[in-house]
């Protein structure tokens, strides 16, 4: 979303008050693109002299990277001195862009937050317009890290004396989370370790289990595993402390004696009560279920359609309709809440619908529709045993001390509490010792998997089959090696090769464009996609679209193919489609190196490395 105020105007503002070079932070590429975009519809705002020092330093950079010569915003940069900077620019041309702002010889740039925590590219000015950006997720705030990292590129060093960070008023803008990041303290760091099959490969390869624990132990991941242990150990010592407070009874665990005793009883009770009469708790909620009657579950709300009884246990329950428009049936005893609300039933084909809808407009908080209705789960009953008929006393005397302790007021008293803190005690001391030993955990189950498949022996010694895949250090791992070793790979020609890895690769869900794919490369990603879900429990499994494969397929397929004419067959940016290809070559590199153990499919993936790096694939390393 553009700046409230227009960029033109706004660059011209801050020249005025000799406030240039600026980066102007976005929330989107296309936001910078507009921005941009803007000023083609004005005459060129600089001198020719600077018009010619901008096109002289293109063109030197334009030796180094020639896909530049005729960058389509080539033009505009020259004439205005302003430039956009995103993900979906070529890597060569946001260099360019960089250089040309570390000359001094820009106004301004356009850029995403990217920009921010990636490049040392500094301004005497930066402009926060939004304080939220756009993810895969949609709109999120920026963070703390996030706005102190744009304020940080305010200020050159060695020609500023001073930065200005300049917040532009906007409908968008949140003052309130802009203060909180600019003076507040950055999001903690936290360990983005992962241990990988390749990785267990590796270790056990070069150290013993021990060592390698060892080495496990002394990880950042570790660290932080720890800390929350630590932070966890000070609630059990107040757990233990409360526990120890209540006061001494006759029985030595008089927690779990009174949780028996109490089952018993309502067991009991239940047992004896007449066959279809429901429990009071219950039968004061049925007269309220009607149809449209909203009702509250353990994670969801639902509309409730009909009441009925089971056969047999004649238990009570209902035909619910959810928020999106599902049936379900639930037990009455499930419904926490009766809420105070309710949904008309319309018949019909798009009755359906319009329950759906209606329902989720209803307000996040809405009231219990009647306090006095007796909760689903009814509170402990301190005098539980007054409620005990005679020959339920005498038969759970034989059974139970509690009847007859003179502790039996105390214990149904403090047992609600001490039961919850018992529990939270117990989960407390299972979630250290899950903390503690959290990686090396990690590490034996992936351990046991490659066992499983034959990578690692009884004794955890690599086999023949683990000696090469340790070499597949990308991600997946464990699918590419499964590919490998099943020969799902075998057989396959260069453009087909590097579309299942390009499918492999790719991570970004976003629509777009694509070529279609040939018959054998679909072929090939059906037996992918089998295989992926063969090892959904081990490793989770790509996203595998068919659609991005084809461009490495067309790419390789056609080596006469120029870069501009594989861009124009898809909506794609061009920076995410040299990203991709990148990417891809990264994969097909470590197959290359499998000569030893699979020449023909080695030699595949060099040819088609050979066929890729041309033209912007051969600018950067």
């Known amino acids: 979303m553009p700046p409230s105020i227009h960029p033109i105007d706004l660059i011209r503002t801050l020249k005025s008050k000799q406030l240039t070079p600026a980066i102007v ?24 002299k600077r018009q010619a020092t901008i096109s002289r330093l293109i063109d030197q950079w334009t030796v180094t990277y020639p896909s530049i010569q005729n960058h ?6 020259i004439q205005y001195g302003v430039a956009a900077h995103h993900a979906g620019h070529l890597p060569s041309w946001k260099i360019v862009i960089e250089e040309l702002m570390r000359e001094g010889v820009l106004d301004a740039v356009f850029a995403t937050t990217t920009l921010a925590a990636g490049v040392d590219f500094p301004a005497r000015t930066v402009i926060i317009t939004q304080s939220n950006i756009r993810k895969s997720q949609g709109f999120v705030d920026l963070t703390v890290a996030e706005v102190q990292q744009i304020a940080g590129r305010a200020g050159r060093r060695g020609k500023d004396q001073v930065g200005f960070a300049v917040v532009t008023p906007s409908p968008y803008i949140d003052l309130v989370r802009l203060t909180e990041g600019l003076t507040g303290c950055p999001e903690p760091l936290r360990s983005q370790f992962e241990i990988s099959y390749s990785m267990v490969l590796n270790l056990l390869k070069a150290y013993p289990q021990d060592h390698i624990q060892t080495i496990l132990d002394k990880s950042f991941a570790q660290f932080q595993l720890n800390t929350k242990a630590e932070t966890l150990q000070t609630t059990i010592d107040t757990l233990e402390a409360s526990l120890a407070d209540y006061a001494p009874r006759p029985c030595a665990d008089w927690i779990h004696q009174w949780q028996s005793f109490q089952q018993t009883v309502l067991d009991t009770t239940k047992r004896l009560r007449p066959r279809g009469d429901s429990p009071p708790e219950l039968a004061a909620r049925i007269p309220y279920l009607i149809p449209g009657q909203v009702v509250s579950m353990s994670k969801r709300r639902v509309v409730v359609m009909h009441l009925y009884r089971t056969r047999g246990k004649n238990n009570p329950m209902i035909t619910a309709m959810r928020f999106d428009g599902t049936i ?26 319009a329950v759906s809808n209606q329902a989720r407009a209803l307000p996040t908080k809405l009231q219990p529709l009647a306090p006095h209705i007796p909760a689903i789960t009814p509170d402990v009953n301190p005098h539980l045993i007054d409620t005990l008929t005679p020959d339920m006393f005498q038969t759970l005397s034989e059974h139970f001390p509690c009847p007859t302790c003179p502790s039996q007021h105390t214990c149904g008293v403090e047992f609600a509490t001490g039961h919850a803190d018992r529990t939270k005690l117990h989960h407390h001391i299972d979630s250290i010792q899950q903390l503690q030993t959290g990686l090396w955990r990690t590490f034996q189950k992936r351990m046991n998997v490659l066992q499983h498949l034959g990578y690692l022996t009884s004794a955890n010694q690599l086999t023949e089959v683990g000696e090469w895949a340790r070499y597949i250090r990308i991600s997946p791992s464990l699918l590419v090696t499964e590919l490998i070793r099943t020969d799902v790979l075998a057989g396959m020609d260069p453009p087909v090769l590097a579309g299942v890895m390009a499918s492999i690769a790719f991570d970004d869900d976003r629509p777009a464009v694509f070529p279609r794919i040939s018959q054998a490369l679909a072929g090939r990603l059906t037996h992918v996609r ?10 989770e499994p790509p996203l595998l679209r068919a659609d991005v494969a084809a461009l490495p397929e067309r790419w390789i397929g056609d080596p006469t193919m120029r870069w501009a004419d594989l861009c124009k067959g898809t909506s794609m940016a061009e920076g995410d489609i040299y990203r991709l290809l990148a990417r891809n070559l990264e994969y097909l590199s470590q197959i290359r190196f499998l000569s030893a153990t699979h020449p023909l499919l080695a030699a595949t993936a060099t040819q088609a490395i050979q ?8 600018e950067l390393p």
């Open 611 to 618: 066929i890729m790096q041309r033209e912007v694939l051969e």
């Open 72 to 77: 389509p915003l080539r033009e505009r940069v």
């Open 328 to 353: 379900a049936h639930y037990p009455v005893s499930a419904i926490k809440k009766i809420i105070d609300a309710t949904v008309p039933l319309p018949t019909g084909r798009h009755g359906k619908g």
């Open 530 to 539: 089998q295989l992926a879900r063969s090892l959904e429990a081990y490793e």
């Open 25 to 48: 932070f976005l929330t989107s590429r296309r936001s910078c693109d507009n921005a941009l975009e803007a000023f083609t519809h004005i005459p060129p705002t600089l001198s020719p």
